[in-house]
């Protein structure tokens, strides 16, 4: 009777430890996530969809930080994952490198908090965040020979107040524009086009209401 009961307090000794692991893991997981989610949004030289991507962020990581805490212990789960995965075919609107750069770290967060390794994830997710600060830093200018605009928009949409509000800025030139029912685009030619030009770009953007757009043509400055 003493050894059953000695068995029966270590099964809830080690329940408690694990749930207070898992918990700790997923409280971690949350902070990290938050934090690249604020490191995206102020850093990040993206400028198609930025608050409308940033939104899946942390609901991405809690659900790999899920997947690898219910599998890792077990063998069967890990093979019936894999047949799962087999079935459901993802289709994904990420059209820079840069996202899937960010999506990998939210990755790696989540396994190692789910792996009870939460001093590499914590170090990591720190020195990213340092490496984008220092980045933007260097980067006070971006030029380019063209840049492109395409977006979806209603169909009473008034692409010629739109026009007018983009060209407020003197160092802008249209080159060309394309008026759709329902999608258009237009291209920039500046000389130099500056970090505050595309934030200004952007606002105006959003301005209309417009959540589903695309900014190409930006080439990096020699450092």
Not at 80 to 103: C, D, H, M, N, W
Not at 137 to 164: M, P, Y
Request: aromatic share 10%; glycine share 4%.
């Amino acid at each position: 009777m003493d050894q059953l009961s000695n068995n029966l307090n270590l099964v809830s000794t080690n329940s408690e430890l694990g749930i207070f692991q898992w918990l700790l893991g997923l409280v971690i997981t949350l902070i990290l996530s938050f934090v690249i989610q604020q490191t995206y949004r102020k850093y990040s030289l993206s400028v198609s969809n930025l608050s409308h991507f940033t939104k899946i962020f942390i609901p991405f990581t809690i659900s790999v930080f899920l997947i690898i805490s219910t599998i890792k212990a077990s063998l069967a789960l890990s093979l019936g994952l894999v047949g799962a995965l087999s079935i459901i075919r993802f289709r994904t609107a990420i059209k820079e490198p840069e996202q899937l750069i960010y999506l990998f770290i939210l990755i790696g967060i989540a396994i190692s908090a789910a792996a009870n390794q939460y001093f590499p994830s914590i170090v990591i997710t720190c020195v990213f965040y340092l490496s984008q600060r220092l980045q933007k830093q260097g980067r006070s200018a971006i030029t380019t020979e063209n840049i492109q605009i395409s977006f979806k928009h209603s169909n009473d949409f008034d692409f010629t107040a739109f026009i007018k509000d983009i060209l407020k800025n003197e160092s802008l030139t249209i080159e060309r524009m394309s008026n759709g029912t329902e999608h258009s685009s237009l291209s920039i030619n500046p000389e130099k086009i500056t970090l505050k030009m595309i934030d200004h770009v952007k606002s105006i953007i959003i301005g209309y209401g417009i959540s589903d757009f695309n900014i190409t043509g930006f080439t990096k400055p020699a450092e």
